[in-house]
């Protein structure tokens, strides 16, 4: 018994226990070779993967182990078909039929409706096995009792224990549910999210833990509530998958966005993530087996395993064909991909080492070959004419030449020909599959979608629609990718695709997206202190996001980011012009960080200057005889403060300080000074109030 589920057009699955009724070898053989009748009421359960193959309409049953088909039963069923398997039955599940077959005799039973035309996940577990329909809500159990049940809304992937209990999460309403082995409707809803959190479920060592895609968390589902929030060292990211188990403790997670595999540490000290790049695709997955993790890139049709410690194990094509391959857990615990129309299996090896088995009937399994170490067929009890009875003549061969005209029996006496082989039936159309991993991602006024193929279900996709509240759009068969405009920044929109052939309309799948646009640009002043400089702005449009922080930064410095509406930068050099720009940075409903427009300023950091010349005459008390002004202009320096200047000449040092005051540019004309001392070389010094210098030129004095 496992349990297997299905995320994202992909399988995951676990693998609690593994029995086997012990009889006879040779028994056992021949019912599973179907070379022998098989004894009433042997129980069957071999490990191992069943897969279905529309073209040859049987469910073949794959020894891992060995790469090796072992098994089959003739069962009608629809492209792109299922196998889930209980104790003693499998099912081909389809979207338009369910058929039962015995494990034991491998012969198939009546087909019944399924509840929804959608792809369910399939739970292999004990009690089961069970068909989770997610966005219908339903719940098939296939196993005895059969029953159909409520989820109570739609549900996302669910996962079940070695005991039976299948676990759901209710979407719409954050509700953790339990279904109890057995139970004939869902039993409790012990557990209640945080408000506006969401997230999906896995296993860790065979107990229920909740991924928190909304705080980028991971918690334990206890029996009335959340563990303690471990954080997973992840940035938050709702589109991130969530593997239905662990891989040697660490849970595996696929960011379809940012195309990263990561593998999370849940422990209360948790060790630092996992990250593995990869390839720019659309991937499926992931999917965990043993020790190896699993992923099926769309994009370039290509398996994808990699180890523990997220080192790559191996890369396969996946086989051409048609309809979409599945990735599935199997009854072993290994990984598998089943072809579209289940003519070949990709199996993986607990080392990741990846094999392709083409599924064909068994050597040992075909009606006209004997299974090893049993007795041939009998032959046709044909008597010889009666005159050549005890007459010691020989008998002709009946076989012998290219035709019958030498047989001497009479047409009764002849066996009945053999028919010719018979082909399948024809399975006719039926409406397509739901697309593939349907994302959407907004933008100013609009959004883009993009999406997998439809399964085909034998009718080419002619288009695909997309839904949405306020308007449709339909595109063509061999499109995956759309932009849907006239869209309001800030609204969040469920975008559903459903695909479209001769024979219908399929299931739809869906994303949501809320449109935003960029921040507009700030209105941005500068002010200067001597060599500070000061930036102040105003709160710009945020375009339906919400403010992170203020990105600032100027030529050549450093940029900072501040959650204010000012900033400065000191110590500017002189001399140099600066320009300054301050963005918004935002975040969008939907997660994403956006850069805003930029407003900007320059400003310029004038170099100091102290220039002098001789001036007008003039006489004082102290200066008489040759004496004139002493010019100095001054610039660069501090606006509105207090400089002083010192005169000084050969002989004296300090010959007069005076001080005087700077203008809103840090300038000022001085004509105070005088001097008369004719042959003397002169010059003044002036100081800021910072303590900042600057001597000016000499003259001598005539």
């Known amino acids: 018994m496992s349990e297997s589920t299905r995320r994202n057009g992909s399988w995951r699955g676990r693998l609690p226990v593994v029995a086997i009724v012990v009889i006879a070898a040779a028994a056992l053989v021949a019912a599973i070779t179907g070379a022998a009748k098989p004894m009433p009421g042997m129980r069957v359960?071999?490990?191992?993967?069943?897969?279905?193959?529309?073209?040859?309409q049987a469910a073949f049953h794959?020894?891992?182990?060995?790469?090796?088909?072992?098994?089959?039963?003739?069962?009608p069923g629809d492209q792109d078909s299922q196998v889930v398997q209980g104790d003693t039955s499998g099912y081909v599940v389809g979207d338009q039929r369910i058929t039962r077959f015995g494990k034991s005799d491998l012969s198939a039973g009546p087909s019944v409706r399924p509840p929804s035309g959608e792809i369910p996940v399939g739970v292999e577990t004990a009690g089961g096995p069970y068909l989770v329909y997610r966005q219908a809500g339903q719940i098939v159990r296939l196993g005895d009792p059969s029953a159909t049940m409520s989820a109570g809304g739609p549900v996302g992937d669910p996962v079940a224990t070695a005991d039976g209990t299948l676990w759901l999460l209710r979407t719409g309403s954050g509700l953790v549910c339990r279904l109890?082995?057995?139970?004939?409707?869902?039993?409790?809803?012990?557990?209640?999210?945080?408000?506006?959190?969401?997230?999906?479920?896995?296993?860790?060592?065979?107990?229920?833990?909740?991924?928190?895609?909304?705080?980028?968390?991971?918690?334990?589902?206890?029996?009335?509530?959340?563990?303690?929030?471990v954080p997973m060292g992840l940035p938050a990211a709702k589109d991130l998958r969530t593997a239905a188990n662990d891989v040697s403790g660490r849970v595996p997670l696929l960011d379809p966005?940012?195309?990263?595999?990561?593998?999370?540490?849940?422990?209360?000290?948790?060790?630092?993530?996992?990250?593995?790049?990869?390839?720019?695709?659309?991937?499926?997955?992931?999917?965990?087996?043993?020790?190896?993790?699993?992923?099926?890139?769309?994009?370039?049709?290509?398996?994808?395993?990699?180890?523990?410690?997220?080192?790559?194990?191996?890369?396969?094509?996946?086989?051409?064909?048609?309809?979409?391959?599945?990735?599935t857990r199997g009854e072993d615990s290994r990984v598998y991909v089943d072809g579209g129309q289940g003519t070949h299996v990709l199996v993986v090896g607990k080392d990741g080492k990846v094999t392709d088995v083409p599924v064909v009937p068994p050597p040992n399994g075909k009606p006209d070959q004997p299974a090893p170490d049993q007795p041939a067929p009998p032959q046709p009890n044909v008597l010889p004419p009666a005159e050549q009875r005890g007459t010691g003549q020989p008998v002709p061969d009946p076989g012998a030449g290219n035709d019958?005209?030498?047989?001497?029996?009479?047409?009764?006496?002849?066996?009945?020909?053999?028919?010719?082989?018979?082909?399948?039936?024809?399975?006719?159309?039926?409406?397509?599959?739901?697309?593939?991993?349907?994302?959407?991602?907004?933008?100013?006024?609009?959004a883009t979608l993009s999406w997998g193929a439809a399964a085909s279900n034998r009718a080419t996709v002619t288009s695909y629609r997309i839904s949405w509240a306020g308007g449709s759009k339909t595109v063509g068969g061999g499109t995956r990718r759309a932009s849907i405009s006239g869209l309001t920044n800030g609204t969040r929109y469920t975008f559903t695709v459903v695909a479209v052939n001769k024979a219908g309309t399929g299931p739809g799948a869906s994303a949501s997206a809320t449109p935003a646009a960029a921040a507009s640009a700030p209105a941005l002043t500068a002010s200067r202190d001597g060599?500070?400089?000061?930036?102040?702005?105003?709160?710009?449009?945020?375009?339906?996001?919400?403010?992170?922080?203020y990105q600032v930064s100027g030529t050549g410095l450093s940029t900072q980011d501040v959650s204010g509406t000012g900033a400065s930068?000191?110590?500017?050099?002189?001399?140099?012009?600066?320009?300054?720009?301050?963005?918004?940075?935002?975040?969008?409903?939907?997660?994403?960080?956006?850069?805003?427009?930029?407003?900007?300023?320059?400003?310029?950091?004038p170099a100091q200057s102290v220039e002098i010349s001789q001036g007008s005459s003039t006489e004082t008390d102290s200066c008489h005889e040759n004496c004139a002004r002493v010019n100095v202009t001054v610039s660069g320096f501090p606006p509105n403060s207090t400089v002083s200047i010192r005169l000084s000449s050969d002989t004296t040092g300090n010959v007069r300080t005076e001080?005087?005051?700077?203008?809103?540019?840090?300038?000022?004309?001085?004509?105070?000074?005088?001097?008369?001392?004719p042959g003397q070389e002169i010059w003044v010094t002036v100081t800021a109030s910072d303590g900042t210098s600057k001597q000016s030129n000499h003259i001598v004095w005539e």
């Open 180 to 229: 109890d082995r057995g139970a004939d409707r869902v039993s409790s809803c012990p557990v209640v999210l945080p408000p506006g959190h969401t997230g999906e479920l896995t296993l860790v060592g065979d107990r229920p833990h909740f991924v928190d895609t909304t705080d980028g968390t991971v918690r334990s589902v206890e029996g009335g509530g959340l563990g303690d929030a």
């Open 659 to 677: 001080n005087t005051k700077t203008d809103a540019n840090g300038s000022v004309t001085y004509t105070d000074l005088d001097y008369d001392q």
């Open 531 to 549: 060599n500070d400089v000061s930036l102040s702005w105003s709160q710009p449009d945020l375009g339906g996001g919400s403010l992170v922080h």
């Open 257 to 327: 966005q940012a195309n990263r595999l990561y593998l999370v540490d849940p422990s209360p000290k948790a060790a630092k993530p996992v990250t593995v790049p990869l390839p720019a695709g659309q991937y499926d997955g992931p999917v965990a087996g043993g020790s190896v993790v699993a992923l099926v890139d769309r994009t370039s049709g290509t398996l994808l395993t990699f180890d523990s410690t997220g080192k790559q194990s191996d890369a396969k094509p996946i086989p051409p064909g048609s309809g979409t391959s599945r990735l």
């Open 45 to 56: 359960v071999p490990g191992g993967h069943w897969v279905y193959n529309s073209v040859l």
């Open 569 to 605: 930068y000191r110590g500017l050099s002189a001399g140099k012009t600066y320009t300054f720009t301050v963005r918004a940075v935002t975040k969008t409903p939907d997660g994403k960080t956006v850069n805003g427009a930029a407003g900007s300023k320059s400003i310029t950091i």
């Open 62 to 75: 794959l020894d891992g182990g060995t790469s090796s088909i072992d098994a089959q039963a003739p069962v």
């Open 404 to 446: 019958n005209k030498h047989d001497p029996r009479t047409p009764s006496q002849k066996p009945p020909p053999k028919p010719p082989p018979s082909s399948p039936p024809a399975v006719p159309a039926s409406p397509p599959g739901a697309p593939s991993n349907v994302s959407a991602t907004g933008d100013s006024g609009s």
